[in-house]
């Protein structure tokens, strides 16, 4: 069974603490995502001169990419008080209407894992984001009646790392939808020197670089890295932060040169091992390695599939040629390459052509995306 870790996903109590601490204060202590950046101060900028609440906003992406850190900003931003609440607190409408009958003008409220609020209390936020109006039920049956009240303009942040989850009346409802994608190394390295920084503690530009690298893309895994190199640093070393302490910590903990950690290796290794490469269904999979499937899929194979070692197919999820050489292993000859069988290239190789042929029944062709899973090398 895969076990949580040192520098697993979940946050303890620790990486709460120190994440306030490191967390950027305004737009401009944000690093990276420069799009989302621009986009994010023209609505700010533009609702500040006119002297109104901006429209609500969606923020959507993986686990530890600053959407947090951004409705904090944006509060911060309008000089706005904020309240903080998040989908699973929301069980009834009643809890809802609490939150939004309190709202003072111009309060920025942060609704956390918005995808995973109670169906009836959504039907009343998608009222109270347009008419600024939450309709109070009083009453049971047929006697009932909605009180409308008026609530005072506010903005909506909402956050999700499933964007495709949520109702499309409720995403319609959002003026702006800001797409946070994974870091580039440079700004990772960025994002490590200031909290180096932050912790007092000197780092080499070739620790920051190793630490970036595997780093996953992601801004939270980074400073847990980096707190994991320290901790080496200072009990190992004399405290500084150099290339080599990050190469021995991170071996230390089981973070592999691609940044790849247990629960990463666990899905390779049972997909490769089990499966035989796949195709294997996303439920399947999570029981195999013993965590939700939401965890899998929204914490585990965004980065898996973004690094070329797992492909979604209509059948289920495939290791690629990559996946096999980064895990020393060999496939048989049988085995699935890439996106819907790969038919150009396995029949090609070798005499299961109608093996590979018979999974491509989804109509994807050999297109771009075949050409660039032979790209990655076969072992
Ligand atoms: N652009 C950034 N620049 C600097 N630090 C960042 C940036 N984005 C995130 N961080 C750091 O990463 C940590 C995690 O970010 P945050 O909590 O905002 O992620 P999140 O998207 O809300 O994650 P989750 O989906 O798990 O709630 C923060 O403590 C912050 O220090
Ligand atoms: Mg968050």
Do not use: C
């Amino acid at each position: 069974m895969y076990e949580r870790d040192a520098v697993s996903p979940e946050a303890d109590v620790e990486e709460h603490q120190i994440e306030g601490a490191l967390r950027p204060k305004n737009l401009d202590e944000f690093v990276g995502q420069h799009r989302v950046r621009e986009q994010l101060s023209l609505v700010l900028h533009s609702a500040q001169r006119r002297n109104r609440a901006p429209d609500h906003i969606l923020m959507s992406g993986g686990p530890g990419l600053g959407k947090t850190t951004l409705a904090m900003i944006i509060a911060a931003e309008l000089g706005a008080p904020l309240r903080i609440t998040s989908g699973p607190a929301i069980e009834r409408s009643g809890d809802l209407a609490a939150v939004l009958s309190t709202l003072q003008e111009g309060e920025v409220l942060f609704l956390d894992e918005i995808h995973r609020m109670a169906r009836p209390a959504e039907e009343m936020l998608y009222v109270a984001m347009e008419d600024f109006r939450v309709d109070v039920v009083v009453g049971k049956g047929p006697g009932a009646t909605a009180i409308p009240l008026d609530i005072a303009p506010f903005t909506l942040v909402g956050a999700t790392t499933r964007a495709g989850m949520l109702p499309a009346p409720l995403r319609d409802r959002f003026g702006f939808t800001a797409h946070m994608d994974f870091y580039e190394p440079a700004e990772l390295e960025q994002i490590l020197h200031r909290s180096a920084g932050l912790m007092g503690a000197p780092m080499e530009a070739e620790a920051a670089r190793e630490i970036a690298g595997r780093s996953r893309g992601t801004p939270r895994i980074a400073n847990r890295l980096l707190r994991r190199v320290r901790d080496y640093a200072e009990v190992r070393g004399d405290g500084r932060i150099t290339l080599g302490n990050a190469h021995a910590a991170l071996e230390l903990y089981e973070v592999d040169a691609l940044g790849l950690d247990r629960l990463d290796r666990a899905i390779l290794d049972v997909l490769m091992n089990r499966f035989r490469g796949g195709p294997v269904g996303l439920s399947t999979l999570a029981v195999s390695v013993g965590e939700e499937a939401e965890t899998v899929e929204t914490v585990a194979e965004p980065f898996l599939v973004r690094s070329g070692f797992l492909a979604r197919t209509p059948r289920g999820r495939v290791a690629t040629p990559m996946a096999w050489a980064h895990m020393g292993l060999t496939p048989p000859p049988d085995a699935a390459f890439g996106a819907a069988a790969d038919p150009a290239a396995n029949g090609g190789q070798n005499a299961n052509g109608q093996n590979a042929n018979g999974q491509s029944a989804s109509g994807q062709g050999p297109g771009g995306q075949n050409a660039s899973v032979r790209n990655n090398g076969t072992p």
